[in-house]
């Protein structure tokens, strides 16, 4: 009874962890880059991109979930069925952008030490680095990083939350232009759908 509880718990956490990884994932230094271009070029109108990207990412993310439970398979299982050697070329592809992503993340690491405590870029980024080694050297590394992720997951969501209501944005106007954008940009919906729900964060 008790080893079924401890069971459905870290599932539960692992579940939680995921959810968080994946949220925390969309919004790094590459979106909030992004963002801050696309917000400058469309002004109000960039709520209706962030609309159809909204609706694009639940679709694909529950399509590739609800594939991934129901077959109970790994993703490039699945693409390995439905053409030879197709889930090879995708593990490739995972592997290349989460290399150049986590570049991207080393960077901005660094970045973020500067900020908060004045230390170089380069050190704050290898001080980074050595931390993440240092969380997968731990035998419960799962359980660590999963828990670290929820934490930060609900920091990163609340101080976003925080800079949308100290902004103090046209909230009329942005929910106006979410259903009546002025202007329409197609490659600002396909950046903001490949950087919020591209292949390296559905891996994740």
């Not at 390995?80 to 490739?92: I, K, Q, S």
């Not at 920091?155 to 329409?184: D, K, Q």
């Amino acid at each position: 009874m008790n080893s079924t509880l401890d069971q459905k718990k870290q599932n539960r956490s692992v579940l939680l962890g995921a959810a968080f990884l994946m949220a925390t994932s969309a919004i790094g230094p590459g979106f909030l880059t992004q963002t801050t271009v696309f917000t400058e070029q469309l002004m109000a109108s960039f709520a209706f991109v962030i609309l159809i990207s909204i609706l694009v990412d639940i679709a694909a993310q529950l399509n590739i979930w609800r594939i991934i439970a129901v077959s109970g398979k790994r993703a490039q299982d699945i693409a390995n069925d439905v053409l030879p050697g197709l889930g090879y070329f995708l593990a490739l592809l995972v592997v290349m952008g989460g290399l150049a992503f986590n570049i991207g993340n080393i960077g901005g690491a660094g970045l973020g030490t500067n900020v908060l405590f004045g230390i170089d870029p380069k050190v704050g980024a290898v001080i980074s680095c050595l931390l993440a080694v240092g969380i997968f050297l731990v035998k419960e590394a799962g359980r660590v990083m999963d828990r670290f992720t929820q934490v930060l997951g609900f920091v990163m969501i609340a101080l976003t939350l925080y800079v949308m209501f100290t902004a103090a944005p046209p909230y009329g106007e942005a929910a106006l232009r979410t259903v009546a954008p002025l202007e329409l940009d197609a490659l600002a919906i396909v950046t903001l759908v490949g950087g919020t729900v591209g292949g390296y964060i559905t891996f994740a």
